[in-house]
């Protein structure tokens, strides 16, 4: 991942499906951190992402208030797999 690079960001149906669930005003939070996480992924967002360690180096979760976006990247985008209150983030988990 170079420093300068903008990435694009792509949703899964059930990321999609995820977001819906929320509150309008929740969702144009989500969009917009994930918006900013685009053109700034090296910078101060490091420490909001952490490495999903169970499932190698390829996913992702990123904090956003209350809730974890889980991602990957691949090549020039952001691949959003799931969004979700982080008291689910377990039982989520499993069902990747």
């Known amino acids: ?4 690079k903008t990435y ?3 949703f899964s149906p059930k990321s999609l499906k995820d977001l819906e669930k929320f509150s309008v005003s929740t969702q144009k939070k989500i969009v917009e951190n994930l918006n900013d996480l685009k053109k700034n992924f090296h910078g101060t967002f490091l420490t909001k992402i952490k490495r999903l360690k169970s499932f190698g180096e390829s996913i992702y979760r990123y904090r956003v208030e209350n809730y974890r976006v889980m991602f990957t990247i ?3 985008k952001i691949v959003i797999l799931r969004i979700i209150d982080r008291k689910e ?3 989520i988990i499993k069902n990747i």
């Open 1 to 4: 991942m170079e420093n300068n």
């Open 89 to 91: 983030l377990e039982k």
């Open 74 to 76: 691949i090549e020039n």
């Open 8 to 10: 694009n960001i792509e």
